[in-house]
């Protein structure tokens, strides 16, 4: 569907393609600013109501095989992981579903890396694998202590590339003030991996008492990315060579710890709601889900949301949003409307957070839905990726 059909309310649970996924423009859509509140359309109700009724059906893969899009972060992933993974597995701790779980004054969580190619400009697996795990725990809010890795290495890796990838590690753990104190490693046949894939979990303490959810929205709260989204994807795109495209780029993978310690200590207790780091299925993904954890509608403005040149340009020859880009050293921070600035200022203090930007409100209606005002003047929902435009970027 292009973004500027209606929505096909024959497929209102599927509203979009791998190029612009979930993206459909809601009918009239000019006069849609009305959904910051106030009534709506009786036939925009019908198709929000249509699309509610679809996303609260039980998940249920209708594949017989897993496909690239079950780990793109998008539609596909999130029903893989509520029709197996969490029936399987089904305990309190899990069922949030945000980026670890927090008990006991912890925080866990674990991430796996089988990016292609291996090194790209601006990094590699071996520190995105430290930042990935790193920014994970500090969107826990807490402070990052140790890490496992775990290789999983191809018969015939060059062992100079496996140290140029461990040194990288090692200097991205001492950036972010942690430690790799356990780890495994697996050998497999030649031509039973691509290389070398790496698994990390990570520990991290929660120093002060914040509790940050996808739940905690609220009506009239901001909502703020650290900084441009879309670089990694688009710079691990470009570097695998198959695209006749230029662009000065590299990745923005990079630890967010000191970011959040900073977020946090200006906005004080409670002010905070969420943070999640964009990275799989990007800022859209994210919003999405604080959307429908909190039953709430995000409003995002188009113009509002920072953007790199080269990247919009990359986006635009590739048909892909930016939005739906994955990016490895960003975060979008749902806060307090009243902290909104004390927020930015913050962000704004550390080198990562420079061009913060406040990119939209939460609002009570349509509960669960993610609205953009785009910069022609119309309304458009922004629904879960669906496809896998962009695989193996992380």
């Known amino acids: 569907m292009n973004p500027g059909n209606p929505v096909d309310t024959g497929h209102a649970g599927n509203t979009g393609h791998a190029g612009h996924a979930g993206h459909a423009e809601t009918a009239g859509s000019p006069g849609h600013a009305e959904t910051a509140g106030g009534p709506l359309r009786d036939r ?9 009724r679809a996303r609260h059906r039980k998940a249920r893969v209708r594949e017989d095989r897993v496909t690239l899009a079950h780990g793109a972060g998008g539609k ?6 509520e029709a197996v993974f969490l029936e399987a597995f089904r305990n309190p701790l899990l069922e949030t579903l945000e980026d670890g779980a927090v008990t006991g004054g912890l925080a866990f969580t674990t991430d796996s890396f089988v990016v292609t190619p291996l090194f790209f400009p601006g990094g590699d697996i071996g520190d995105l694998a430290v930042n990935g795990t790193v920014n994970d725990l500090a969107m826990c809010g807490a402070r990052p202590r140790y890490l496992s890795a775990a290789f999983i290495l191809e018969e015939g890796f060059p062992i100079a590339d496996l140290r140029r990838i461990t040194a990288s590690m090692a200097e991205a753990a001492r950036v972010a003030d942690v430690q790799i104190v356990t780890g495994d490693t697996k050998v497999v046949q030649r031509g039973k991996a691509d290389g070398c894939y790496i698994n990390t979990a990570g520990v991290g303490t929660l120093d002060r008492p914040v509790r940050l959810s996808a739940a905690a929205a609220r009506p009239g709260d901001a909502v703020i990315v650290s900084g441009p989204v879309g670089e990694h994807g688009i710079t691990v795109m470009l570097a695998r060579g198959e695209l006749d495209i230029e662009a000065d780029l590299s990745s923005d993978t990079a630890p967010l710890n000191a970011l959040t310690d ?3 200590s200006a906005c004080g207790d409670g002010r905070v709601r969420c943070l999640r780091d964009a990275t799989r299925g990007g800022v859209a993904t994210i ?3 604080i959307a429908e954890s909190s039953q709430v509608a995000v409003v995002l403005d188009e113009d509002a949301l920072p953007v790199r040149p080269a990247v919009r340009g990359a986006c635009e020859l590739l048909g892909i949003d930016p939005l739906y880009v994955a990016c490895e050293g960003r975060m979008v921070a749902v806060v307090a409307a009243e902290a909104a600035e004390t927020a930015l200022g913050a962000l704004r203090s550390h080198p990562l957070g420079a061009d913060a930007a406040v990119i939209g409100r939460i609002n009570d209606d349509p509960p669960g839905l993610v609205l953009l005002r785009t910069s ?4 458009r929902i922004v629904d879960l990726l669906v496809g896998d435009p962009l695989p193996r970027i992380c």
């Open 44 to 52: 925009e109700r019908q198709v929000l109501d249509r699309i509610e």
């Open 76 to 81: 596909a992933t999130h029903t893989l992981i």
């Open 262 to 264: 900073l977020l946090l």
């Open 287 to 289: 919003v999405n889900e």
């Open 376 to 379: 022609f003047g119309g309304t």
